[in-house]
């Protein structure tokens, strides 16, 4: 970062977040709550944009948070998984709610107004383009529209920019390394009859017939609106069908072609396995996907960002009241916040989504899903793919996690 001067006075605050996602937003909520003054920084100038995100959550996540009605565009309570072969089918339904699928840019705009009434500055259209250390904190360049730059100076400068990690960077090999993938999402109109079929549940197409070495996806979303997708991990060993492919072909199985397509989004996900990535660089602090907390297994990442900041803000006000070396425990906080189960999933991830490839990885699928169908309900089949509850299944599923059929 250089020394150019600007025409405008240096801001000044104790907090400067990169990234006005779910991680960034709560975090910012909750240090201003304190009484912290905090800026954040987007590069979005609308936060109803680029809302790639299905996020599908369950009941007791969108209590956890407080979310309210209108962030959630739709009820679950139960799961179709379609699959691995051409006409298998297969359904778990709770008399229940068991979660809620999230409309992502209402939530965002939501987390934005609350922290903007708790004293949260936010600017939209602004990135950081450059820091440095100086002093007890950090010097930071920022960049907004038509070029304009200014420089905010700030005690902790916290990298929420997700799986980009713009300014913590890449992780090191001795981290494990980025196991990567990529989704694209439409957003669909259909009629009534067609989105009763799909509500009320979560729809996942599995096996190499549907999407190879990944997964396809519908969710309800506001009466007469579906979400389809599809998402795989990356294998630089196999060649890989296009993303727009496999969602067009999924549509045209799934009699989904006289829809109307309202929006089309992706993105990537990139995460470790360990989570042993490096935290903090000084007066940079990670956060969210950016230190790896989106989880393979479901591809979903919204809860986990948040549940880091919840990790993150009391440490970081300890470290504001003058006790840096309360950050030293972020990252094993973190880590025992999300379990031992974690790398487990990530593990099962891999395995599963790229051994999804060939007719002997289906029939794997094929034998742990008949194992679950025999004897399990909507609520164990969530502990499983939400709270990675492998344990609760025995013999049932240990020969698969360890690849022994």
Known sequence: MSDTAFSEPVQACDVLIAGAGPAGLLLARLLAQSGVSVLVVDPLRDLSHAAFSSAALPQEAVQHFGLPAQVQAAPWRGWQ????????????????????????????QWLARVASDQGVQLQLGWRVQGWKAIGDGALVRLRGPAGAQRESRCRWLVDATGQRRALIGEPSA??????????????????????????????????????????????????????????????????????????????????????????????????????????????????????????LLGGEGIRHAMASSEVLAPL????????????????????????????????????????????????????????????????????????????????????YLLGWR
């Open 316 to 399: 970081l006000l300890q470290a504001l009241a003058g006790d840096p070396q309360a950050l030293a425990s972020y990252a094993p906080r973190l880590r025992r916040r999300l379990g031992w189960r974690w790398s487990l999933s990530g593990r099962l991830a891999r395995r599963t989504w790229l051994g999804l490839n060939s007719a002997s990885g289906d029939r794997r699928l094929q034998r742990l899903l008949q194992g679950l169908k025999a004897g399990s309900s909507a609520e164990d089949l969530s502990a499983l793919l939400f709270h990675y509850r492998f344990e609760r299944y025995g013999v049932k599923a240990l020969p």
């Open 81 to 108: 998984l379609l699959g691995p072969g051409q006409r298998e089918a297969r359904e778990w339904l709770s008399e229940q709610p068991l979660g809620a699928v999230l409309d992502f840019g209402a939530l965002r």
């Open 174 to 295: 001795k981290a494990g390394g980025l196991v990567t993938g990529e989704g694209v999402e439409w957003l669909l109109q259909v009629p009534p009859l067609l989105w009763h079929h799909w509500a009320e549940r979560l729809s996942f197409m599995l096996g190499s017939a549907w999407v190879p070495q990944g997964y396809g996806w519908v969710f309800p979303m506001a009466p007469g609106q579906l979400k389809l997708g599809v998402c795989r991990l990356h294998d630089h060993r196999h060649r890989q069908p296009p993303l727009h492919a496999l969602i067009t072909n999924l549509r045209r199985r799934l009699e989904l072609e006289a829809s109307t397509v309202l929006d089309r989004h992706g993105g990537l996900i990139r995460s470790t396995i360990r989570r042993r990535e490096a935290h903090q660089q000084g007066p940079l602090l990670g956060l969210g996907d950016a230190v790896s907390t989106g989880n």
